[in-house]
């Protein structure tokens, strides 16, 4: 059953950590907006809790505008209770490198940056009013390579990890007067459609001695927006397993 007080806005739901954290929110009753690129994932039209989906490249300005419009219309005067922003992009050159400092075309930082960093801030303002409404929380999707090397992210993807968690504290202290807690989720390796063979060999570096679920990520998500966290704002919290530690 559907509670139209709790409403999540989640982008990036087509798979993975978003997929797994739409199916979250849905089991505890909230209604649920999402986008991705792609259009209707085939589990929104089965989830009477998926309440509306927009295809969006929130890489694109038009259409981020277009979908903060459209979602903004859906919700009304009602409050915003949580947004997810978990949408991002960890591009390879030509030649199937992730993009470094040293490789791979500089433009395409910026396109990095527009998905991964400067789409949660534009988000974050433009649902500004509907989260004091709803007296909601923010959840930002960051990453372990953020904080350190990591042997397949890429220079671009890792730098904007590492902005993203700084805007998470930043975002934390000015949305406080609004009554809006902004946190932070830094997944490790987590079993993904994203991940290749070639993270078996980071096994070792885990202490947990195996990879995460994208189920685990979002039950913590969850939690940042339960009743729960009401006093946790400004927070990064680690599913990694213990690899952060290391």
């Not at 949660?120 to 007296?135: D, M, N, S, T, V």
């Not at 390579?145 to 590492?162: D, M």
């Not at 927006?225 to 397993?241: A, H, I, W």
Request: with cysteine.
């Amino acid at each position: 059953m559907t509670d139209p007080t709790r409403t999540l806005i989640l982008t990036g739901a087509s798979r993975g950590i978003g997929h797994a954290t739409v199916r979250r929110f849905s089991e505890a009753g909230w209604r649920i907006i999402t986008c991705s690129r792609e259009d209707v994932p085939d589990a929104c039209q089965y989830d009477p809790n998926w309440a509306h989906h927009i295809p969006a490249d929130l890489s694109d300005s038009a259409d981020l505008e277009a979908f903060l419009q459209e979602a903004n219309e859906f919700l009304g005067k009602d409050g915003l209770s949580a947004l997810v922003n978990n949408a991002a992009v960890s591009p390879k050159t030509s030649y199937k490198e992730r993009l470094g400092a040293l490789n791979g075309d500089q433009d395409a930082w910026q396109e990095v940056f527009n998905l991964n960093l400067f789409a949660p801030l534009a988000l974050c303002r433009g649902f500004a009013a509907a989260l004091h409404r709803g007296k909601g929380s923010v959840v930002n999707i960051t990453s372990i390579a953020g904080h350190s090397i990591h042997p397949f992210a890429g220079s671009a993807y890792s730098v904007s990890k590492a902005a993203l968690s700084s805007l998470t504290k930043e975002l934390a202290v000015e949305f406080a007067a609004l009554g809006v807690r902004v946190n932070a989720v830094a997944p490790g390796e987590i079993e993904t459609e994203m991940v290749g063979p070639e993270y078996e060999s980071l096994l070792p570096r885990i202490p947990l001695n195996r990879m995460g679920t994208a189920a685990e990520v979002a039950g913590v998500v969850y939690q940042l927006c339960s009743d729960d966290f009401g006093y946790v704002t400004g927070t990064e919290l680690f599913v990694t397993g213990g690899q952060h530690l290391l």
